[in-house]
């Protein structure tokens, strides 16, 4: 299911491309276990790290065993501290400071260069793509400094970047919020740089949904409908959570659903295959020249 190396041409074959990217490695323990038990699977094809976590130096040699099968990427975190972390805001405090403009861009590029150090130490190879924890990366001045970095830092073998602009115009509230926040400015500065980046995003939901399947079933309905290759899927799984975290339940939701049968079928049925977004990427880009 999960390709290996540059995506096909499957639109020729009635079949699309899109990407499956779990995010917030190194979290907790649940979360690293589903990933890695999802990996195996080959039912992802993405994950997002949180290489400020303390877990991350131990736990970031388990994911060496899925190169082939998935892009590994930085989760840019600003909003956990983990008790540990020197710089950290509550969401509506960050969000609030970025559009006030009152955060000092180089303190962001050395939280960012920082993370991007300790990701590269601790995998041993330099991000796919970076994104950021609870959307921060698509926020003002943030994706400015964010953008910056990944030139510079990045310039010979850059990543991608995720945006948050949904893949169809039915979409909900909390989509409609991430994409007014920051996301459709973001999507348009990437373009302006020349950098690459998924074509639609799904998986954007309250987490009080009773049937994960159902809505994952949407999302491909809706891809399928528009019919363009290079979607990203955002989840969350986790087989198990802490009663700290705060989404705990609808992590174990998502994980029951990715380690079934339904969810293989759902593909089939939508004639739908998951790949690495930097192949699924590398092949248009082959395909138009």
Not at 193 to 209: C, H, P, R, W
Not at 256 to 264: G, I, K, L, M, T
């Amino acid at each position: 299911m999960v390709g290996t190396k540059a995506c096909p041409p499957y639109e020729a074959m009635n079949k699309l491309c899109i990407a499956i990217c779990a995010d917030d490695y190194a979290q907790h323990e649940g979360i690293d276990q589903a990933i890695c038990t999802l990996l195996a699977q080959q039912r992802l094809s993405a994950v997002s790290c949180m290489s400020s976590a303390p877990r991350w130096p131990a736990n970031a040699p388990r994911l060496h065993d899925f190169q082939d099968v998935a892009d590994f990427g930085l989760h840019f975190n600003l909003t956990e501290s983990f008790g540990t972390q020197a710089l950290s805001y509550p969401l509506t405090s960050l969000i609030t400071r970025a559009y006030l403009r009152q955060l000092n861009s180089t303190t962001i590029a050395t939280q960012l260069q920082q993370q991007c150090d300790a990701f590269e130490q601790h995998l041993k190879q330099a991000p796919a793509f970076i994104d950021g924890h609870q959307h921060i990366h698509q926020l003002p001045l943030i994706r400015e400094v964010m953008q910056k970095i990944v030139i510079q830092r990045y310039g010979n073998n850059l990543p991608w970047v995720r945006n948050t602009v949904p893949s169809s115009v039915r979409y909900g509230k909390k989509a409609l919020i991430l994409k007014l926040l920051g996301g459709a400015k973001l999507h348009a500065q990437l373009k302006r740089a020349k950098l690459i980046s998924n074509q639609g995003f799904s998986g954007v939901y309250d987490f009080n949904t009773v049937d994960y399947g159902a809505l994952f079933e949407q999302w491909l309905q809706r891809i399928r409908n528009r019919g363009v290759s290079g979607n990203l899927i955002m989840c969350h799984p986790a087989s198990s959570f802490p009663e700290s975290d705060a989404i705990g339940s609808a992590r174990k939701a998502e994980y029951v659903f990715f380690n079934s049968d339904a969810f293989p079928q759902l593909l089939q049925q939508y004639q739908i295959n998951v790949h690495r977004l930097s192949d699924i990427l590398l092949n248009a880009e082959f395909q138009r020249h």
